[in-house]
């Protein structure tokens, strides 16, 4: 079976085209950098995807504070993540770098504040 993929790692965007036999890359072709064959065998064996969303904010001059993930997680438990995020809030003052919710989900990544954002006076 034959399957075409975009690769999004560098500006190049490489059509990468990979041919499989069941679960088993049989030839991967099209990528200009190694960058590009080591991302579609990721994608082809654990897919995995990085999340930007935002949290309630308490007494913030903003309702609501911008987060991101430190890393990449499986992309079949997204869902999951989300849950866990949508429960939390936050206390104003917050900063860039904070963490919000350590470990989440014991995936070794980290939901972290994206905006410094003052409290109400």
Avoid: H
């Avoid at 654990?46 to 308490?58: F, G, H, K, T, Y």
């Avoid at 890393?71 to 809030?89: C, G, Q, Y």
């Amino acid at each position: 079976m034959l399957k075409e993929y975009t690769c999004i790692i560098c500006p190049n965007g490489c059509e990468i085209s990979v041919e499989m036999q069941g679960e088993e890359i049989i030839k991967l072709e099209g990528s200009l950098c190694d960058r590009g064959d080591k991302y579609i065998k990721q994608e082809i064996i654990n897919p995995q995807r990085n999340i930007a969303s935002s949290v309630l904010l308490e007494n913030g001059v903003l309702p609501l504070a911008s987060v991101r993930l430190t890393n990449p997680i499986p992309k079949s438990i997204i869902f999951n993540v989300m849950e866990e995020i949508k429960k939390t809030r936050l206390k104003a003052p917050v900063y860039v770098g904070q963490v919000a919710i350590q470990n989440i989900l014991n995936l070794d990544s980290d939901v972290i504040v994206t905006k410094n954002i003052a409290s109400k006076k």
